[in-house]
């Protein structure tokens, strides 16, 4: 089936620092990818779509700044949190579409959990 | 936003028992799709029924679909303890908009 990456799975990073998490399709290439957050026990919550080359659509109540999304490729989505602070400590999940033969089915990356101190 | 339910919110069954669980939604959709996650994971495509269809299977999992009540459920028979995992149902409202609404999940744990 179609793979996703994420780097790094885990991350832990002082209050005010900025954090990139990268999203890789390995074996398509994903004409748009959406990040996705998870609290514990929770379940997931869509950030942003974006699509490659163009700027990424975020959900209400996402801010944009301090989530920066960008899709240079069409195999690559970074999500950078912005001075990031303990609120920010979550799960992080990206997912690509376009993988041939299941042009409608998002396949997720294992996921990316930041905490930050 | 979150649009799907899922019930029960938790289950724990016997290893070779079956496991049902429900999913409702409040909009109209396109398709709905079910994942795993086992603890701490990325997600696991399972299955995607379209809403013309009523029943799909693969392997020992059978997902139904019921457009007119909303709902959808998903039987994993003869359970085993690899099977412990939390499932998610996930619904896309039109065939041009791809974005996931996911439910809160049943968080099924089989013992051995």
């Known amino acids: 089936g179609a793979v996703v990456s994420q780097h790094p799975s885990w991350v832990i990073c002082k209050s005010g620092t900025s954090v990139k998490i990268e999203c890789r399709s390995l074996d398509f290439q994903a004409t748009t990818m959406f990040w996705y957050r998870q609290f514990p026990k929770q379940s997931l919550m869509l950030m942003a779509t974006s699509n490659e080359g163009s700027k990424a659509t975020y959900e209400q109540g996402v801010e944009k700044d301090k989530f920066l999304i960008n899709h240079a490729s069409l195999t690559l989505s970074t999500l950078t949190v912005t001075s990031a602070h303990p609120e920010d400590s979550s799960f992080y999940i990206c997912s690509g579409l376009g993988a041939a033969g299941n042009t409608d089915t998002q396949y997720f990356g294992p996921g990316t959990r930041l905490t930050v101190l | 936003s979150q649009q799907g339910e899922e019930d029960p919110q938790a289950l724990s069954i016997q290893e070779g028992e079956n496991a049902t669980m429900n999913c409702s939604y409040k909009?109209?959709?396109?398709?709905l799709q079910w994942y795993r996650q086992n603890s701490g994971r990325g997600l696991v495509h399972l299955i995607l029924i379209r809403s013309n269809e009523r029943e799909k299977h693969s392997g020992r999992l059978r997902v139904t679909l019921d457009t007119s009540k909303k709902s959808s459920s998903l039987l994993i028979t003869a359970s085993r303890a690899a099977d412990t995992a939390s499932y998610f149902c996930a619904t896309a409202p039109s065939s041009n908009d791809y974005k996931l609404s996911f439910g809160a999940g049943t968080t099924v744990t089989v013992r051995a």
């Open positions: 909009t109209s959709i396109n398709n």
